[in-house]
């Protein structure tokens, strides 16, 4: 399966931005376990290239691992060096795009603007990032597939269960789940049963707003 088509079926990345990379494995772990096989993890977490090569070594071919949180080229290339299949920006930067398209990996810039949208997708990205979700809301992503019906979208930031079918309603390809599924306190005590819990709350949310 194309990594675009993987994507777009399984509807749901999971974005790992954390202060204890001691817990990241155990989390990945829970994760894959939980039916979640498209997991970022930001490259401000301490260690994050090894951390992607680790859980790649662990749990290929069945994840897909990506590194989020890019600001430039020379983070782009230390993620790809570390087996990172998709890289993903919180800004627009076509020279990050250009690098991901050299080297046959996918790429997910952030943008918040139909400016931002067109100029990244003109780069060649392949998905799109609107970021901040929260702030932009599902009528944007409405509104703005109405002159991009072919721009693939993914929101990210607080995307939680009080708008995950709006924003599936409004055509976006999938979504970035963060905060809903752990947080540092969680993370910090070991609570991984409640991790287990969330991650199986929104793997069926996700699954039956697409219909499975």
Known sequence: MHPVERIEKDGLVTIIRTKHPDKVAQLVDCLVQGGITLIEITFDVKNAG???????EKHSPKLSMGAGTILDTAAGQQA?????????CPHLDV???????RYSRLVMPGVMT???IMTAWQAGADFVKVFPGHVVGP???KAV???????RMIPTGKVDETNIAAFFEAGVSAVGLSSCLFNEQILADGDFETVKKNIEKYRKLVDQTLGR
């Open 114 to 116: 139909p400016t931002e």
């Open 139 to 141: 009528e944007f992503i």
């Open 80 to 88: 790809i060096l570390a087996g990172a299949s998709f890289l993903v």
């Open 50 to 56: 090894k951390l992607i090569t680790d859980s790649i």
């Open 95 to 101: 020279d990050i795009i250009r690098l991901a398209k």
């Open 145 to 151: 597939k109405g002159p991009f019906p072919h721009i």
